[in-house]
C-alpha cells in the first residue's frame, strides 16, 4: 500500500534537482503534492506532467506571506498539509570569509537558513491542524563540518540542525516530528553548474574516486532516505540526522595498494 496515500506534503525548491525527485517520489507514493518553488515554468510543467494530485506553487522561502499564500494553498487544494521537506538552498560563489561580503553572507543565510525557520513556523499550524505530521530538513554534510571558501553555505546548515532538534522538542507533543538529511554530492544543477557569481561549478574540481562508495550521489539517494523519515515508518524518529554521502565524510578510502 502507498506509504504516503490521502497525505499531502510541500517540498520547497520542488523544481530543482532532489526537489523534484522527491516530489515525484511522494507522488509515486500516493500523495497529494505542492510544489513550491520560484522557478514557474519548471513548477507547472511538472504539476502538469503528474495531474491531479499535484499544484505548484510560487513559493520564495524568504518571505513571509509567500508562505502563508504556500500553506493556504496546500489546505485549500487538498484539504489538509501533512508533511513539510524544506529543501529549497542556494550555494555561495567560493571565497574565503575575508572576501564573503555581507550581501552575499545574508543571502545564503536568508535561503537556507530563515526560509528553513519560515517553513516550520508557517508550517507547523497547518501540521497541527491535520493531526500531525512531519518535517525533513534538508542540510547538508558541510553542516557537519568546516570547508574552507564556503562559509555562509557552512554556517547556515550547520544552524539548519540546532533549528531542527528545537523544532522536534517544541513539535513533538503535537505529533509532529522533525528531523534533518545531510547530503553529500549529488549529481544535480547544485553542483553541475556555477553558483550565481561564481565561475566554475563543484563538479569541475571534485572527484568521488577517494571515497568508500565512488560515485557521486543521484537524488534518488536522498529521497528514499527522506521518503522513510516522512512516513509513519519513521514513527519514533524526531530530533535525528542522517548521512546520505557515499562514505564522503569518512575521509579518503585506503589506496587499493595498501590493503
Ligand atoms: N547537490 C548537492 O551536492 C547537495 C549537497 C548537500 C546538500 N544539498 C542541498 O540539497 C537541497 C537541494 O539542492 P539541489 O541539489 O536539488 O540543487 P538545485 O539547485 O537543483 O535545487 C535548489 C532549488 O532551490 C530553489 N530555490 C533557490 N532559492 C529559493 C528561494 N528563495 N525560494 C524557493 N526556492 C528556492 C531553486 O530554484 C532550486 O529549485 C539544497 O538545500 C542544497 O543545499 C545539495
Do not use: C
Not at 24 to 44: K, L, S, T
Amino acid at each position: 500500500m502507498p506509504r504516503f496515500d490521502n497525505q499531502t506534503v510541500l517540498v520547497t525548491g520542488g523544481t530543482g534537482g532532489q526537489g523534484s525527485s522527491h516530489v515525484r517520489a511522494f507522488h509515486a507514493e500516493g500523495a497529494n503534492v505542492v510544489i513550491g518553488g520560484i522557478d514557474a515554468r519548471r513548477g507547472a510543467a511538472l504539476a502538469d506532467e503528474l495531474g491531479a494530485r499535484a499544484r505548484f506553487v510560487r513559493l520564495d522561502v524568504t518571505d513571509e506571506s509567500s508562505w502563508s499564500a504556500a500553506v493556504l494553498a496546500a489546505e485549500d487544494a487538498f484539504g489538509a498539509l501533512n508533511v513539510l521537506v524544506n529543501n529549497a538552498g542556494v550555494q555561495n560563489p567560493p571565497a574565503t570569509i575575508a572576501d564573503t561580503d555581507l550581501a552575499t553572507w545574508s543571502r545564503i543565510l536568508d535561503v537556507n537558513l530563515t526560509g528553513t525557520f519560515l517553513g516550520i513556523k508557517v508550517a507547523a499550524p497547518a501540521l497541527r491542524r491535520a493531526g500531525g505530521g512531519a518535517i525533513v530538513n534538508i542540510g547538508s554534510t558541510m553542516g557537519l563540518g568546516g570547508t574552507a571558501h564556503y562559509a555562509p553555505y557552512v554556517a547556515g546548515k550547520w544552524a539548519v540542525r540546532g533549528l531542527t532538534r528545537t523544532a522536534a522538542l517544541e513539535l513533538g507533543r503535537d505529533h509532529i516530528r522533525v528531523n534533518a538529511v545531510h547530503p553529500g554530492v549529488i549529481s544535480t544543477p547544485f553542483i553541475n553548474e556555477p553558483a550565481a557569481g561564481a565561475t566554475a561549478a563543484i563538479a569541475d574540481f571534485y572527484s568521488p574516486e577517494p571515497f568508500a562508495i565512488p560515485r557521486l550521489g543521484e537524488p534518488a539517494d536522498v529521497t528514499r532516505l527522506l521518503l522513510f523519515l516522512a512516513s509513519s515508518d519513521a514513527s519514533f524518529i524526531t530530533g535525528s540526522e542522517y548521512v546520505v554521502d557515499g562514505g564522503l565524510l569518512l575521509g579518503p578510502a585506503l589506496p587499493s595498494e595498501a590493503a
